[in-house]
């Protein structure tokens, strides 16, 4: 089973930067996606951004496009999520997310296999 830890969440003012990162216990080279979700009080979990090891192609959510950026290091078996000019609305738990075979699309949190604990993310005016 493969365990995944997060870090980098903490409270921000808006325009801030905020990085997270997600380490996985095994190799991140053999995996298909991995991706970033999140989830506000009340709210499903949406995809925020997906990284596909294979050919390092990257995805986002339209809400984050140009904001954010998704990055992976093999070498650590390090995802990361670096996040600048935060919006009040961006704030809510993050959560980093691996899936070993092919599916629809980065953004369908049910087809990930792996999940971490999530590390919150608050953005103040």
């Known amino acids: 089973q493969m365990q995944l830890v997060e870090s980098g969440g903490g409270s921000v003012q808006a325009g801030g930067s905020l990085t997270l990162s997600c380490t996985a216990s095994e190799s991140t080279a053999s995996t298909d996606c991995m991706g970033w979700f999140r989830q506000g009080p009340g709210d499903g979990r949406e995809g925020v951004a997906g990284?596909?090891?294979?050919?390092?192609?990257?995805h986002y959510a339209d809400s984050v496009k140009g904001r954010f950026t998704i990055s992976l290091d093999n070498s650590k078996n390090t995802m990361y999520l670096q996040m600048t000019h935060l919006k009040p609305e961006d704030a809510a738990m993050y959560y980093c997310a691996v899936k070993m075979t092919r599916g629809r699309s980065w953004r369908y949190a049910d087809e990930y296999n792996y999940w971490g604990q999530g590390t919150q993310v608050t953005v103040t005016q």
């Open positions: 990284i596909y090891p294979g050919g390092g192609s990257t």
